[in-house]
């Protein structure tokens, strides 16, 4: 398929501190979520889906992994002959000093030569942080139909929680007059989901001058926008109405596993039209044991359940022994629970060892616990 | 590296599989839900270092072109290697015709391209673990001109029936291939397995030909045997010969027994199949599942016991599922209650709300179907 003349660029270079071990050895985009895939899969699969052939990975924080990952393109259907993913990690420059991305807006000036190599007509700035089903080529016929200079695709989102986000204030037709980044009185609910169409030609200029101004955080949503907004420049707002998540923080993580367990969630990852693609690994589908119990739960191939599992997402190959009793967790790869060992409101990282007899979170606890190394019974 | 290229044979005339057969050739067939038999001897020969492999197709090729592809999923280097799908000639006149034999001189110049020395013919009906590098290194430290395979079983009374049988003498020098008749309870069932040089293959393949025009290769190496020095090895551990319908039940449901599937799925031997990016299985508050397989992309909400589930299939409120093969792509409406069924690709039972079969003897549901 011929490309539709757009250009992804996802910024993956985040950690996402908050995540805590879960992020120390790789960067965010890179953490597991719902049951088989990687948070990154997310903006990948809709590139695919949404007919981007090109997209570039922007990678920064602790990125072996994740360029690893991102660059096998063949799993989502991205290495067609014209079509590729490109990662793009900070390099060193003839006549420029060795620098990290200063910013997102940055991350983009210094692969103009990337960019231009493709000569897009637009480009389109994706976030590796989130969870979510979008098809951008709606964005651009939107974009297109406006004649903008840039649109940027925004959530409602509930009016308490406004001041939480960045909020784009806008008049009738969808044209933003104004941004406010986490205001404390908002005007308006629509939060900016950091997804941006741009003509690249008028970005192309704005980033050249961005980079050699001193003043700057080289920063889309706090220099881009605010001077485009500032020089009069046409920008909309592409309303989103969807499932979506940035999941920031443990208890934002294991929450949107969750959401998974609703019969009817809004993410649907069991839609034949919207496939989310991910890594293929060679393992048996899973085996539920004589004595097991599965109640409202979510499982991948590979795993081998023998204990009870309750209100749980279990990633591929996780082995729950017998008379384990495993509620409310979210149990990442390899995962090893022991004969009789306790789990209750608790993710579990990628190759932990619970042993046998071992008690881990807490039935009654506010906040979820994360468990990231080997738990030995006591 | 294995310096030998690998032939996927089709199945003989004495495979006949109920149904599932009519839609596609043996290799096709789902096995345990996710894979397809046909897996299971490209992921030995990828497994192995077998880089160059031929699948040969009698007919109805669909299904087969379809999930072999470009072999990439099997691990198969794109340039150094090759998945070549070799359909048989259309137009043999008779299907008595149609026996590899014909296949591969229909395609023998695919194979006399090939630039190895060795060849390690498999069939594709037969569910097993091997490492033919292994195989092929004793092959050429014995001397032997031909190697096969075989597993020395006791039930070959009901099972196997008309499949090849080994007659060894003591040094394990093959005597003679025939049928098993159902006789004998002890008998060495032919892996339909044989490694040897690409040179003798081909001379065997035109001597089959100009002997008779119904034979196989398997007849032509059993009139060899005082001539060629024929040597067989015992193959152990799990083994499945997917000949009839029962014996494909069968097959998928002694898997269950789990220390026999740790046996056939080594975590350092993968088995690969062709991934359809469904997403994990989702059990709801009234699912129940107790002592089977489950693929992903299933929706249970309904009792699951003792059955193999394939992808993407569909359990509702108040279905009970008992010793059921359940194929891809399958519905299984409200309060249905079906036992001893083996249910194939698409269907749904919606309406009919009791389908038992008989323990031993399972029905079967067609591709397809509306119940």
């Known amino acids: ?7 992804a660029m996802i910024l993956a270079g985040g950690r996402g501190t908050r995540l805590e071990a879960l992020t120390k050895k790789i960067a965010k985009p890179a953490v597991y979520y719902g049951g088989k895939y ?8 809709n590139c695919a889906n949404s007919g981007i052939n090109n997209v570039g990975v922007l990678t920064q924080y602790e990125s072996v992994l994740l360029n690893s990952y991102a660059a096998a393109g063949s799993r989502w259907g991205l290495d067609a002959r014209d079509s590729g993913v490109f990662v793009l990690p900070p390099r060193e420059k003839d006549g420029a000093a060795f620098d990290v991305y200063r910013g997102t807006a940055d991350a983009i000036s210094q692969n103009i030569d990337f960019i231009d190599s493709h000569s897009p007509e637009y480009v389109l700035i994706l976030s590796g942080d989130h969870i979510y089903k979008m098809d951008y080529a709606k964005m651009l016929s939107y974009h297109r139909a406006q004649n903008a200079d840039v649109t940027i695709a925004v959530l409602p989102v509930p009016m308490k929680e406004a001041s939480r986000f960045g909020i784009m204030n806008t008049d009738e037709e969808g044209r933003i007059v104004e941004f406010e980044e986490k205001p404390e009185h908002p005007k308006s609910n629509l939060a900016s989901m950091g997804i941006y169409i741009f003509d690249w030609k008028q970005l192309r200029k704005m980033l050249v001058a961005d980079m050699d101004n001193s003043d700057s955080n080289h920063d889309f949503g706090k220099d881009i926008i605010p001077t485009m907004l500032n020089d009069g420049k046409r920008l909309f707002a592409y309303e989103f109405n969807g499932y ?17 367990l609703d019969k009817n969630n809004e ?6 039209t919207w496939k989310i693609y991910t890594e293929d690994v060679a393992t048996t589908p899973h085996f539920v044991g004589k004595n097991a119990e599965v109640v409202n739960s979510y499982i991948n191939q590979g795993c081998v359940v023998n204990g009870k599992v309750k209100n749980s997402v279990l990633f591929t190959s996780v082995k729950v022994a017998e008379n384990a009793d495993v509620q409310d967790a979210v149990l990442m790869p390899n995962v090893e629970v022991g004969e009789g060992a306790v789990i209750h409101r608790a993710i ?9 007899g071992a008690v881990v979170g807490d039935p009654d606890s506010e906040h979820i616990e994360l468990i990231s190394k080997r738990v030995r019974c006591e | 590296m294995c310096n030998a290229f690998g032939i996927v044979n089709f199945e003989g005339s004495n495979v ?5 057969q009519d839609y596609r050739p043996a290799g096709a067939i789902s096995f345990l839900g996710r894979y397809r038999l046909i897996d299971f001897p490209i992921s030995n020969l990828s497994n192995s270092g077998v880089n160059h492999i031929q699948v040969h197709i009698k007919d109805k090729p669909r299904s087969l072109v379809e999930h072999l592809g470009t072999g990439r999923h099997y691990n198969i280097n794109s340039k150094r290697g090759k998945l070549h799908i070799l359909p048989s000639s259309s137009d043999l006149g008779s299907d008595f015709y149609n026996h590899d034999i014909a296949s591969y001189l229909y395609n023998m110049r695919a194979i006399e391209e090939v630039n190895y020395p060795y060849v390690i013919l498999v069939p594709s009906h037969m569910v097993y673990r091997m490492d033919y590098s292994d195989l092929l290194d004793r092959h050429i430290e014995s001397g032997a001109d031909i190697t096969m395979v075989y ?10 029936i008309d499949c090849d049988v080994l007659n060894l003498n003591k040094q394990k020098g093959v005597l003679s291939i025939e049928k098993n008749r159902g006789i004998y309870k002890t008998r060495n069932i032919s892996l339909e397995t044989y490694v040897m040089s690409k040179e003798l293959f081909i001379d065997l393949v035109k001597k089959a030909a100009n002997t008779s025009s119904l034979y196989w290769f398997r007849d032509i190496v059993n009139d060899e045997c005082s001539e060629l020095d024929i040597r067989a090895t015992n193959h152990r551990g799990f083994f499945a010969c997917i000949n009839d319908f029962k014996s494909y039940f069968d097959a998928n449901m002694s898997l269950m ?10 975590e350092d031997w993968p088995i690969y199949t062709r991934t359809n990016d469904s997403c994990p299985t989702q059990y709801y508050p009234t699912g129940r599942v107790v002592n089977s397989f489950v693929s992903n992309g299933c929706l249970i909400e309904g009792t699951v016991e003792n059955c193999i589930v394939g992808r993407g299939c569909v359990v509702k409120k108040g279905a009970v599922l008992k010793n059921c093969v359940i194929s891809p792509s399958v519905v299984i409406g409200e309060d249905v209650h079906i036992e001893n069924v083996v249910v194939d690709k698409k269907a749904r039972i919606t309406r009919k709300k009791d389908l038992v079969g008989e323990s031993g003897n399972p029905m079967y549901v067609k591709r397809d179907d509306r119940i």
């Open chain 1, 1 to 7: 398929m011929r490309q539709n003349n757009m250009l």
């Open chain 1, 38 to 45: 990687r948070i990154i899969d997310f903006p990948l699969s």
């Open chain 1, 244 to 260: 979506w998540k940035d999941v920031g923080t443990i208890d934002s993580l294991w929450e949107a596993n969750m959401d998974l």
């Open chain 1, 267 to 272: 993410l649907d990852l069991n839609d034949p």
């Open chain 1, 348 to 356: 579990v990282a990628q190759g932990v060892k619970i042993d046998a």
């Open chain 2, 16 to 20: 006949k599989i109920k149904g599932l």
């Open chain 2, 151 to 160: 597993q020395s079983v006791d039930n070959a009374k009901e099972a196997f």
């Open chain 2, 257 to 266: 027994d789990f220390d026999k599937a740790k046996d056939l799925f080594d």
